[in-house]
């Protein structure tokens, strides 16, 4: 039996042996030219994510970062690309190269741009090996899905929200304006050992006293000793690398960005300045020290949720006591992620809230926040819950009084479908991991009878750290009504209504 100890994997990882791997060896500043005609005129094909000549149309196959490790079981220590090593804070950002056509000087601010084309002969120039800035990272996943595809996701996305929009929001609409832009993310993969020690409860039955109001569920289960203890490999967890991303704040709708991942990052290739042609791209203004506490909360949370897979058994839910994480590597690499952005400043008086409808660049994932009309949302939630009080007195069944909640469930699930505070990125059972070595201990402990509760008092294994909340934060709009909904009454009158309502509106995601 190991002890009851709580692993500290952040200073596990402080205090190992750390190696920083070159990922731009063989990088060339100034021209890039394509080996069958000589042109510098390059640019991302995103049909197939391959860089393509402008003038001759020969593709380039993408290149791989060399040198770091790919079976993730054997990572031992701290790797860190040398994309992702500590900014300077006194790097310059202008640079000066010397045009190797016409011998004219090009001035770039690498700190806006990477990429610059010669005054004189029009040569295109761009900055490729890397800079301690933070402009410069390890990889980049090339833009998969072009523009007009994008614009459909965002008008779709947006279409289904129009009822309640804000009536100057619907007036200037208009997806011209969206940009692709390439976001700074660490991406992290672990390799771990985790020891699980705790109890869990299996249902047997499920019966119900009293007649009437009066009648409760009560349960049956069994109580069980659990131990779960294995390895585990975690592959990209992704997070950002961006301060402002970083902080939710009321001002903007950064959790939105957040709420299209994952990225296929096991598609990454090196990062080569031809790739942000014709898009932006944010500057990474944070070290891996600064990600360190959130990264290992995260990949604790993945772990616990890797445990689950095992014990599905216990419908009831398993209670640790005692979680142990034991961090034998990790490996970091900056990358640039790629998304199409649409966004709109939203001002109230002196307040502004800058609203976001963003799509995964690579899968079509949407995610966005609308701004609302309050008053119509407000009059509309009224005559619901108007609607609702009359229907209590003509519709008899044991909970009528929940009708009562009705305008005011219609409008939370409203603002939630527009607004989206709660989405994100659902990292704990989304990231790709692979667990090996499994060994499971389940002894029954007793029979219980009796019990009140649906679930397992004090059960944790769906707890999540790495956010502001726990698996509900990652809801959205229809997610939150439904879940509501189902808490309150799973049969009512009540419930169908306003199902029938959400399904009526849509989806929240495309």
Same mark, same amino acid.
């Given at each position: 039996?190991?002890?009851d ?27 890039? $030219? =394509?080996?069958?005609? +000589? @042109? ?7 049909s197939?994510?391959?860089? *393509? #000549?402008?003038? !001759? ?24 690309g ?15 190269? $010397? =045009?190797?056509?016409c +011998? @004219? ?11 610059? *084309? #010669?005054?004189? !002969? ?8 890397q ?19 994008a ?5 779709a ?9 804000h ?36 249902q ?8 009437g109001?009066?009648q409760?569920?009560?349960?049956d289960a ?11 490999a ?24 957040n ?28 070290n891996?020290d600064?990600?360190r506490?959130?990264v ?27 979680e ?20 709109y ?7 502004k ?78 990231t ?37 909340g726990?698996?509900?934060n ?20 009540l ?16």
């Amino acid at each position: 039996m190991q002890q009851d100890l709580q692993t500290n994997p952040n200073q596990q990882m402080e205090n190992a042996t750390t190696t920083i791997v070159q990922t731009d060896v063989g990088a060339k500043d100034g021209q890039n $030219k =394509c080996p069958k005609c +000589g @042109a510098t005129d390059i640019s991302l094909n995103t049909s197939n994510g391959k860089l *393509r #000549c402008n003038f !001759c149309r020969h593709e380039f196959e993408p290149e791989k970062v060399e040198g770091l490790e790919t079976d993730i079981s054997k990572l031992q220590g701290q790797i860190i690309g040398s994309g992702a090593t500590n900014i300077v804070a006194d790097t310059n950002d202008v640079i000066t190269f $010397k =045009c190797s056509s016409c +011998g @004219a000087e090009v001035v770039m601010d690498t700190s806006e741009t990477t990429t610059a *084309r #010669c005054h004189w !002969c029009r040569s295109v120039l761009s900055v490729n090996q890397q800079i301690p800035n933070g402009s410069i990272p390890d990889v980049v996943l090339p833009f998969g899905i072009p523009k007009e595809e994008a614009k459909k996701q965002i008008e779709a996305f947006v279409s289904k929200r129009k009822f309640f929009a804000h009536p100057k929001f619907k007036e200037e609409f208009t997806t011209e304006n969206i940009m692709g832009v390439y976001f700074p993310y660490m991406l992290v993969d672990i390799n771990a050992h985790a020891f699980f020690c705790g109890e869990g409860e299996h249902q047997t039955a499920k019966y119900f006293r009293g007649n009437g109001e009066q009648q409760r569920a009560y349960y049956d289960a069994d109580l069980y000793h659990v131990e779960r203890e294995f390895d585990i490999a975690i592959q990209g967890l992704s997070v950002e690398s961006n301060l402002d991303k970083l902080n939710n704040s009321q001002e903007k709708t950064n959790n939105v960005i957040n709420a299209i991942m994952p990225f296929d990052v096991e598609n990454c290739v090196k990062y080569n300045a031809n790739y942000l042609k014709g898009y932006t791209s944010e500057k990474r203004d944070v070290n891996v020290d600064q990600l360190r506490t959130l990264v290992d909360t995260q990949a604790k949370d993945i772990v616990r949720f890797a445990a689950n897979e095992t014990l599905t058994q216990y419908d009831r839910g398993v209670a640790w006591s005692n979680e142990q994480v034991d961090m034998k590597g990790q490996q970091w690499q900056a990358a640039y992620l790629p998304v199409w952005l649409y966004s709109y400043q939203q001002v109230k008086g002196e307040h502004k809230i800058l609203h976001y409808v963003a799509v995964n660049a690579r899968t079509k994932e949407t995610m966005g926040s609308v701004p609302l009309h309050m008053p119509k949302l407000l009059g509309i939630s009224c005559l619901v819950e108007i609607l609702g009080i009359i229907a209590m007195f003509f519709i008899n069944f044991d909970s009528n009084w929940l009708f009562l909640l009705v305008g005011f469930l219609y409008f939370f699930i409203m603002f939630m479908k527009y607004r989206n505070a709660n989405a994100r990125h659902t990292y704990e059972l989304e990231t790709k991991k692979n667990i090996g070595n499994l060994k499971e201990v389940d002894q029954l402990i007793q029979s219980k009878t009796g019990l009140t509760s649906s679930k397992m008092e004090g059960a944790n294994n769906e707890r999540v750290n790495g956010t502001k909340g726990n698996l509900l934060n990652a809801l959205t709009g229809e997610q939150v009504g439904n879940f509501v909904v189902d808490a309150v009454t799973n049969t009512s009158p009540l419930a169908s209504f306003v199902k029938e309502n959400i399904e009526n509106k849509g989806d929240n995601k495309q």
